[in-house]
């Protein structure tokens, strides 16, 4: 049973710092693409940051780009999205996903439907 854990959310201020943290059990962890989305109220959830098996690719869309910085341990089975300079728009609840296939980065990393297991999310709330 693949489990996915994330923690790490919470309350900041505008121009603050969250590091969002998921704990993958169930899958040999290292051979996994790993996502993370976001879903704000009344909005679809979207695509926040990918990282390749190895660590070597991440992908991230223009609207995070430069303050996001996703990274893994595979040592630990966890999987981060460091948050800089978070803004009130990116207030939502935070998830993490892990890709269908092993040892494969998926040309388009973004779409959800690369994903088949997910975190139950954590929420994150940055106030202006």
């Known amino acids: 049973q693949v489990q996915l854990v994330e923690s790490g959310g919470g309350l900041v201020q505008a121009g603050g710092s969250l590091r969002l943290s998921c704990a993958a059990s169930?899958?040999?962890?290292?051979?996994?693409?790993m996502g993370w989305f976001r879903q704000a109220p009344g909005e679809e959830r979207e695509f926040v940051a990918a990282i390749s098996w190895n660590g070597r690719s991440t992908y991230y869309p223009d609207s995070v780009k430069g303050r996001f910085t996703i990274s893994r341990d595979n040592a630990k089975n966890t999987v981060y999205l460091q948050m800089n300079s978070l803004k009130p728009e990116d207030t939502a609840v935070y998830y993490c996903?892990?890709?269908?296939?092993?040892?494969?980065?998926?040309?388009?990393?973004?779409?959800?439907?690369?994903?088949?297991?997910w975190g139950q999310g954590t929420q994150v709330t940055v106030s202006s």
């Open positions: 169930g899958r040999t962890f290292s051979t996994y693409t």
């Open positions: 996903a892990m890709n269908r296939n092993r040892n494969y980065y998926p040309a388009h990393p973004e779409k959800r439907d690369e994903y088949d297991y």
